[in-house]
């Protein structure tokens, strides 16, 4: 995935509206929550861990998600990154983009070939560690 930069909230609107009419990922999911109505932790040990986990968002077709992990003292935020297959839900692994910064709220667009996401890593021409909008593109190698 190549990283690049995007300010402002006017590029990911169209993203953001574009990816709420999808009901995939929920019926790629359904399989693995139980249908009791009682809350339960999901896919305990991939994503559910005795670390905080928050921010998921997965996929067009619902084989893969993202989400971030934090430490107990909530100062490294990563994104990181499961698949799906005929054998369930892989391990979760640091995404390839993330770990270097604080990386949050992973947000994938309704065709899948871009993850939005914030981020304290720096921008080119400034001193100052703040959060921006950052985004990464799926390319023909990943």
Do not use: H
């Amino acid at each position: 995935m190549r990283l690049l930069l995007r300010l402002g909230t006017c590029f990911m609107l169209p993203a953001l509206i574009g990816a709420c009419n999808s009901d995939s990922p929920r019926d790629a999911v359904k399989d693995d929550l139980a249908a009791t109505g009682i809350p339960q932790l999901f896919l305990k040990g991939v994503v559910s861990t005795e670390m905080p986990e928050f921010a998921i968002t997965f996929s067009p077709d619902g084989q893969e998600l993202y989400f971030n992990r934090t430490d107990a003292a909530r100062s490294e935020l990563k994104i990181m990154v499961s698949r799906r297959d005929s054998g369930g839900w892989s391990q979760a692994t640091l995404a390839p983009f993330s770990g270097q910064y604080r990386d949050v709220d992973p947000f994938l667009t309704a065709d899948g070939k871009r993850l939005y996401f914030s981020s304290d890593r720096p921008r080119a021409g400034t001193a100052e560690a703040s959060f921006s909008t950052w985004y990464v593109e799926r390319t023909a190698s990943g």
